[in-house]
């Protein structure tokens, strides 16, 4: 009997070594990279302090990944969640050929964004690519763009391609939970003369709350870590319409080998992160609260 709590522990010894290898280790070696003076390949650092947050505080470029965070995420989520819960609601009622419909609109989820990315590169392209080739076919000359070199259309294509591929996902998390919501609430609320519209609004959408925190939290942190797209679609640019943390710290780290800096950033983006969270502990919380009440 004594050697049972042991035993428990030799069992979650090697997931606790990864998590302390993997996740905690990168996390403390970037925070004290963060005050020295170092270019990434020399075997002297020179410590700095505060000094590497200071500067990327007083960077301009700091305010505009920020802003590129907010209106990519706020827009991304909230986008992805209405066009993921209509077409949920419309292959709950199991339409013909619904099966069919949810495999072709969760296809863009399993394809890798690098792959995506090369594909609207092609298509977003000034010369050659097919939608200025259509718009020239139509005649509509007027309306071709340089679509990812212009800055105030670049964030718009990044945001558009993002909600082509990530719907799908959010079409798929609030179709499964709307299967789990008993049918009896529907047909009582259709006995009470309650038309779909209202049913929708008031048992739906309620009853789904969960899933618009997780999706709320995951678009949040997806927001935050997005790199492939910026990256080889617009490098950041033009003038930073596209920069990210992710951009920002790939340039810092292996381009300027500011590797401080780059440390710097990415306990920023940490800090980010760890907000995120906890709203989403505090939402999570909130909801298991309202549950406890309604139940007693």
Same mark, same amino acid.
């Given at each position: 009997?004594?050697?049972?709590?042991?035993t428990g522990y030799l069992f979650i010894l090697p997931l606790a070594l990864l998590?302390?290898?993997?996740?905690?280790?990168?996390? /403390?070696? !970037?925070? /004290?990279?963060?005050?020295?003076?170092?270019n990434g390949i020399s075997l002297t650092k020179t410590f700095t302090g505060w000094s590497n947050y200071k500067k990327v505080f007083?960077?301009?470029?700091?305010?505009?990944?920020?802003?590129n965070f907010l209106i990519f995420g706020v827009s991304t989520i909230l986008i992805q969640a209405f066009l993921g819960i209509m077409y949920a609601s419309f292959f709950i009622r199991k339409l013909r050929f619904s099966g069919l419909y949810r495999i072709f609109l969760y296809m863009p989820v399993i394809i890798t964004p690098t792959i995506i990315s090369s594909i609207f590169g092609k298509i977003l392209e000034y010369n050659q690519g097919?939608? !200025?080739?259509?718009?020239r076919f139509a005649g509509l000359?007027?309306?071709?763009?340089?679509?990812?070199?212009?800055?105030?259309?670049?964030? /718009?294509?990044?945001?558009?391609? !993002?909600?082509?591929?990530?719907?799908?996902?959010?079409?798929?998390?609030?179709?499964?939970?709307?299967? !789990?919501?008993?049918?009896?609430?529907?047909?009582?609320a259709t006995i009470d003369g309650a038309s779909p519209f209202q049913q929708f609004f008031r048992i739906t959408l309620p009853l789904l709350r969960s899933t618009h925190f997780t999706l709320f939290v995951m678009g949040a942190l997806g927001s935050l870590k997005c790199f492939d797209l910026p990256y080889i679609l617009t490098r950041g640019g033009p003038n930073y319409a596209t920069?990210?943390?992710?951009?920002?710290?790939?340039?810092?780290?292996?381009?300027?080998?500011?590797?401080?800096?780059a440390s710097a950033t990415v306990m920023i983006m940490f800090a980010v992160a760890l907000l995120i969270t906890a709203v989403q502990m505090r939402l999570y919380m909130r909801n298991d609260k309202e549950k406890e009440l309604a139940s007693t």
């Open positions: 009997m004594k050697n049972k709590p042991l998590f302390l290898v993997f996740i905690v280790y990168p996390i /403390v070696y !970037n925070g /004290v990279i963060s005050f020295y003076d170092w007083a960077d301009p470029v700091l305010k505009r990944i920020l802003l097919s939608l !200025n080739q259509l718009l000359d007027f309306l071709t763009r340089q679509w990812l070199a212009d800055p105030n259309l670049a964030l /718009v294509c990044l945001i558009v391609i !993002n909600i082509w591929q990530w719907t799908g996902y959010s079409m798929l998390i609030y179709y499964a939970n709307m299967l !789990n919501i008993p049918q009896d609430l529907y047909e009582a920069e990210f943390f992710s951009t920002s710290i790939y340039r810092k780290s292996f381009e300027l080998f500011d590797q401080g800096g």
